[in-house]
Nanobody, 126 residues
């Protein structure tokens, strides 16, 4: 059974940093692209970032470009989202999702991602 578990969320002050983890079980991440999405209260789900299964392509939403970094450690079957210079508008529940294949192609769109984690809350507030 494919399972994704997010961790690392919490409360942080504006300008602070967090590192989210997305750990996979029941399958090997090597063959999957991983995307991160978020949903803020009262807002639509938003794509944040995506890394292709090869790790060779990484895309970011304009709202996080230059502040967030996505990486993968296939040996640990885990993908990491490093979030720096956090802003109050980054407050949301963050979800990771997996899409099989996509060795070099990784659009930040929910379509095609068929395994999702339960989410982790990130709150940026002073």
């Amino acid at each position: 059974q494919l399972q994704l578990v997010e961790s690392g969320g919490g409360l942080v002050q504006p300008g602070g940093s967090l590192r989210l983890s997305c750990a996979a079980s029941g399958f090997t991440l090597d063959y999957y692209a991983i995307g991160w999405f978020r949903r803020a209260p009262g807002k639509e789900r938003e794509g944040v970032s995506c890394i292709s299964s090869s790790g060779g392509t990484t895309n970011y939403a304009d709202s996080v470009k230059g502040r967030f970094t996505l990486s993968r450690d296939n040996a640990k079957n885990t993908v990491y989202l490093q979030m720096n210079s956090l802003k109050s508008e980054d407050t949301a529940v963050y979800y990771c999702a997996a899409a099989r294949g996509r060795r070099w192609y990784c659009p930040i769109q929910a379509s095609g991602f068929d395994s999702w984690g339960q989410g982790t809350q990130v709150t940026v507030s002073s």
